[in-house]
């Protein structure tokens, strides 16, 4: 009898050491998950930032071309030149 006491405590020691097992398998998996969805998005981030920085590195390198000084006046300040029409949207 003492025999089959000892079976059924392994067996539910067993039993208890499984469910631990699967449910920080489960729990991993979703960290797992999420470290990886991070990851993307910062691979993103960077990617961004780097279009940027050349965007700028080239602005920094042909700051002197009147051609980059024009388009900065344009976009960045809104100037126009002295051929130039400009057209207001009166429907706002």
């Known amino acids: 009898m003492k025999a089959k ?3 059924v405590i392994t067996q539910i020691v067993i039993l208890i050491l499984i469910i631990y097992a699967a449910v920080t398998l489960v ?8 470290a990886a969805a991070y990851q993307a998005e ?18 920094l390198k042909h700051s002197g071309d009147s051609d980059v000084l024009e388009e900065i006046a344009r976009d960045e300040l809104g100037l126009v030149g002295p051929n130039d029409k400009v057209f207001y949207d009166s429907g706002k």
């Open 27 to 34: 729990t991993l998996r979703r960290q797992v998950s999420e």
């Open 42 to 59: 910062l691979q993103q981030t960077i990617t961004d930032l780097e279009v940027k920085n050349s965007q700028l590195e080239y602005s």
């Open 5 to 7: 006491k000892a079976g």
